[in-house]
C-alpha cells in the first residue's frame, strides 16, 4: 500500500503484491478496463480498485487518451520524470528552511551561554539570611566532608552553647579522618570555654592557632563548599559552591595561619607576655587610626570594657590626657 504524506506525495515506493500482480497484467495488456483487472487476476473488486489506485499514485497507470475508461502502463522512467521533480523541489525546500532554523537556532548559542555561565555564577554564591538555614547549610556540609576543614573564628571566645554545637560536629569528622585548622584572634586564650574547646579537638588531631590580626568568620569543607559571615548581618551568611572563588579562600586561610601562633592551652611566661605585647600593639595602631573603642573592640574580639582598659593604660603611658591627643601623639611616634 502506498501512503502519502502531507504534500500528497508517496511516503513510500513499495508496492504490494496485489499492485504488483496489477502491472504485471497491465504491462501484458497494454489497454484494458478496470473491471477486466479483478476476473483476469482472481482479485476481489475491491482488492483490484486499491490496486489500481496504487500504481495510479506512482503514476504507473494512465488513462488512454482516446478512451478515458480504459488504462494503460506507464514505463517506469516516464512515471520517475513526472513523479520525483515536485517532490526533489520540495526535498529541496525543506532543506532550504532546515538550514534556515540551525542558523537562527545557532545565533542564540552566546545568549544561551552567557545565561548559562550566569546561572552557574549565581549558583556559586547563594545569600541566606536567616541563622538556623546557615547551621543547617554547615552541618550538611560537615556530613559529607571527606577531607579537611579550615575555619577562621573571629571575636574572641565564642558563646558555650555554640561551642557545644561546634564540638559535636567537629568531633564526627576528627574521628573520621577528617584534617581540621582553626584560626581564633588572640583573645579567645582568655576564654574558659573556647580553651575547653580547644582542648579537646586538639586530642583528636585538630591544629589550632591565634592571630592578632582582623579576622573575617569562615568555613571551608573540602574544595567543595565554604561558608562566610556577612558584614553587620550575624544572622546571614554566604555560601560559596563555585570553585575559583574557594581556592582564594584557601589561599587567604593559608596566609593568616602563617601569620599566626600556636594555641597552646598552657603557655608559658614568655609566650602571654608576647602575646598581650602583640594585642596592645594591634590597640595602639587602631588608636593611632582614630577608631573608637568599640570599632577597636570589635575588631580585635575583646569586650569594650578591656579595651577600654587597655586604652587608658597606652594613654597613661605615652602621657596622653585624651583620646584625640593619644591618635595625635601615636602618629608621631610612628612617623619618627
Not at 28 to 44: K, M, N, Q, V, W
Not at 65 to 79: F, G, I, N, W, Y
Not at 207 to 226: G, N, P, Q, Y
Request: glycine share 4%; aromatic share 4%; hydrophobic share 40%.
Amino acid at each position: 500500500m502506498t501512503i502519502t504524506d502531507k504534500a500528497g506525495f508517496p511516503a513510500t515506493l513499495r508496492l504490494t503484491d496485489d499492485a504488483l500482480q496489477a502491472y504485471a497484467y497491465a504491462v501484458d495488456r497494454i489497454r484494458f478496463y478496470p473491471e477486466e483487472l479483478a476476473e483476469a487476476t482472481g482479485l476481489d473488486a475491491e482488492a483490484a480498485d486499491r490496486a489500481i489506485g496504487e500504481l495510479q499514485a506512482l503514476r504507473l497507470l494512465a488513462r488512454v487518451l482516446d478512451s478515458p475508461r480504459e488504462l494503460t502502463p506507464v514505463p517506469p522512467e516516464s512515471a520517475a520524470s513526472q513523479l520525483l521533480p515536485p517532490m526533489e523541489e520540495e526535498l529541496r525546500r525543506r532543506e532550504l528552511a532546515v538550514d534556515a532554523i540551525r542558523c537562527q537556532l545557532r545565533a542564540l548559542v552566546p545568549q544561551y551561554e552567557g545565561g548559562a555561565a550566569h546561572r552557574r555564577r549565581a549558583e556559586g554564591v547563594e545569600l541566606i539570611t536567616d541563622l538556623t538555614s546557615v547551621r543547617g547549610v554547615i552541618q550538611d556540609a560537615a556530613r559529607r566532608c571527606v577531607s579537611e576543614v579550615l575555619t577562621i573564628q573571629p571575636g574572641g571566645g565564642r558563646r558555650t552553647e555554640v561551642l557545644e554545637e561546634a564540638m559535636a560536629r567537629d568531633e564526627e569528622m576528627l574521628e573520621r579522618g577528617v584534617s581540621m585548622r582553626t584560626v581564633y584572634q588572640h583573645t579567645a586564650r582568655y576564654s574558659r570555654p573556647t580553651l575547653t574547646y580547644v582542648d579537646r579537638v586538639t586530642q583528636l588531631g585538630a591544629k589550632v592557632r591565634t592571630s592578632e590580626d582582623r579576622l573575617r568568620r569562615m568555613l571551608v569543607f573540602d574544595r567543595i563548599v565554604a561558608v562566610i559571615e556577612v558584614q553587620d548581618d550575624s544572622e546571614a551568611a554566604l555560601v560559596i559552591r563555585e570553585a575559583n572563588i574557594i581556592e582564594f579562600m584557601r589561599a587567604v586561610f593559608d596566609q593568616t595561619w602563617l601569620r599566626s601562633v600556636p594555641f597552646a592551652c598552657a603557655i608559658s611566661r614568655e609566650q602571654a607576655k608576647a602575646i598581650s605585647d602583640q594585642l596592645r600593639q594591634a590597640i595602639t595602631s587602631l588608636l593611632a587610626e582614630g577608631l573608637n573603642d568599640k570599632a577597636i573592640a570589635r575588631r580585635l574580639g575583646m569586650s569594650e570594657r578591656t579595651c577600654q582598659r587597655h586604652i587608658s593604660e597606652i594613654m597613661a603611658h605615652i602621657g596622653a590626657k585624651s583620646r584625640f591627643q593619644a591618635g595625635y601623639l601615636l602618629r608621631e611616634l610612628e612617623q619618627a
